[in-house]
């Protein structure tokens, strides 16, 4: 993935909900290889808002073969860059916009007959509704069950597009709407999606062991609770998928004890060819946090240790990494690392972003 950023016209924008609207881009013939994508994945988008340059990263609720690149934004409340997308962005501005990275998906092939189940809550919609479009589209023979969550119905977003796929591919897509802030006419769909949720809907609208693949993306803790409790099913975590929009649990410092006489690792990092060295307190920042302060332009996303964007090489030293939701095990043998998660422990350490 090039972290370089492009600048890219809005082509188009449309109000989805009160609090939510989508943006298309328009992506010049120059750019089109660099921005094609698999579904599930997100652009990052950066801009200065009020003096301030900001990055946030957004999924991509297009599915590649409408060959279309859009976005859908919902406004956080007194969030710089949402609302400044929902309240101040117009047709014909432009933006700078990273190509399209993540892991949040599966490989499709015409020949696969999947079944596949969706959870998705608010704003987590986007990616998930790009997968099932482009499952639909290219694998005729599997079926997705998506429930997605929402405190009323004003705030589902994309309803009449789901709505309309429910139409053109009726035996093979189940919708299942839940309200924590509405009545529904049954109360399995009243509330959250949560772990008893999960157990309810196991026994009574899919069995676990014909589902091939999950995917899962809303708050956090939605998604730890829903992947326990799949993984307390038995279900094999390489058929579990989840995307983390950002963090919202307050995680408690780390604190352990580490190798050295001085209260600094000297930590050396190479990115795009250049290397750069700074002293790091133990038990302080993690590596990512760290070097951005340095104003290092690393790569990032969730800083919850689940997209691996931030994911690098460990060449010399010791680390701590706090949670791995993400890498696999191979990767963690080969020594990579979560710099969003990961703390020195020893007097030097060195990455590599490149590797
Ligand atoms: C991989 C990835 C994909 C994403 N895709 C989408 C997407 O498709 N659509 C979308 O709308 N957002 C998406 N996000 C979230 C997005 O990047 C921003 O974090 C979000 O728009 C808030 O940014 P902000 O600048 O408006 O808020 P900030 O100014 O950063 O935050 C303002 C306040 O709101 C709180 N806050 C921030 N985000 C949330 C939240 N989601 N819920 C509750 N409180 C919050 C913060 O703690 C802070 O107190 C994605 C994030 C990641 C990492
Ligand atoms: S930024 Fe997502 S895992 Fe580190």
Known sequence: MSHELYELKVQNINRETDDCVSVEFAIPDSLQAIFQYTQGQYISLETEIQGQLLRRSYSLCSAPYEKKWCIAVKEVH????????????????????????????????????????????????????????????????????????????????????????????????????????????????????????????????????????????????????????????????????????????????????????????LVRMTLDGRTFEFNLAYNSDNLLDAALKQGANLPYACKGGVCCTCKTKLVKGDVEMMVNYGLEADEIENGYILSCQSFPKSAKIEVNFDQ
């Open 78 to 265: 007194n969030g710089a860059f949402s609302c400044y997308i929902n309240q101040q962005l117009k047709i014909g501005d432009s933006i700078l916009v990273q190509a399209p990275g993540g892991r949040f998906f599966t490989k499709l092939h015409p020949d696969q007959e999947k079944n596949y189940v969706f959870f998705a809550a608010g704003s987590g919609i986007t990616p998930v509704i790009g997968i099932i479009k482009q499952i639909l589209f290219e694998e005729p023979k599997s079926s997705v069950l998506l429930f997605y969550g929402n405190q009323r119905t004003e705030q589902v977003i994309f309803l009449e597009e789901l709505l309309s796929l429910k139409n053109r591919y009726i035996n093979r897509l189940a919708l299942h709407f839940l309200l924590s802030r509405e009545e529904t006419e049954e109360e399995l769909f009243h509330g959250r999606i949560n772990a008893e949720k999960l157990n309810r809907f196991a026994e009574r609208i899919f069995k676990v062991e014909e589902v091939d693949e999950f995917f899962m993306c809303g708050p956090e803790t939605m998604i730890l609770e829903l992947r326990e409790g799949l993984q307390q099913m038995g279900v094999d975590p390489h058929r579990i998928h989840m995307e983390l929009f950002g963090v919202q649990i307050q995680k408690p410092k780390p604190h352990f004890d580490h190798t050295a006489e001085s209260e600094n690792c």
